[in-house]
């Protein structure tokens, strides 16, 4: 027998397409894990640039760090020479949000360690000092898609 049958040709385009069919979805796989990841990868980045903002601001004088409201959502801006707090919804990249809390630090009266506020401990609100909270979350349609969150605490320390 010379040549192939169209049964042997058949057989050969359909396991010729199931491999490409696979391989194209692999692909397509990575490529949405790999935009997952550097979103995760931007949004550590965009919390650790809110923390070194917050700490810029602070800098600029206690007062001005301190008159923000304890509790409220605020956002950051760079208005082209310095940071500046708003309570404008700002987005970055038309793909993330961040936002910042700053919270009352509460000290153990016994030993003036830092302890929550829900802590049974005799305490008092330290006025020098403020935790601070950076949420920056997205939303996309990757399987990664969520928020990172970076705490710190700041102190007065020019004042």
């Keep these: 027998m010379k040549g192939f049958s169209l049964v042997e040709i058949l057989v050969a385009v359909a396991v010729l397409l199931a491999s490409f069919v696979s391989v194209l979805t692999a692909f397509q796989v990575a490529a949405r894990h790999g935009r997952g990841t550097l979103e995760q990868v931007q949004g550590a980045a965009l919390a650790e640039e ?15 760090f301190a008159s923000l409201a304890v509790g409220s959502e605020y956002y950051l801006n760079f208005d082209g020479t310095k940071w500046v707090t708003t309570a404008t919804p700002q987005m970055i990249d038309g793909v993330f ?19 929550m506020s829900t802590s049974t401990d005799a305490k008092a609100v330290d006025a020098g000092a403020r935790k601070v909270t950076v949420r920056v979350s997205w939303a996309t349609t990757t399987p990664q898609a969520g928020e990172r969150v970076m705490e710190t605490y700041l102190m007065n320390l020019f004042e």
């Design 97 to 115: 949000r961040r936002t910042f809390v700053l919270n009352d630090v509460y000290r153990r009266n016994s030993d003036k360690d830092i302890v």
């Design 50 to 64: 809110g923390i070194e903002a917050i700490t810029a601001i602070r800098d600029t004088g206690w007062s001005n």
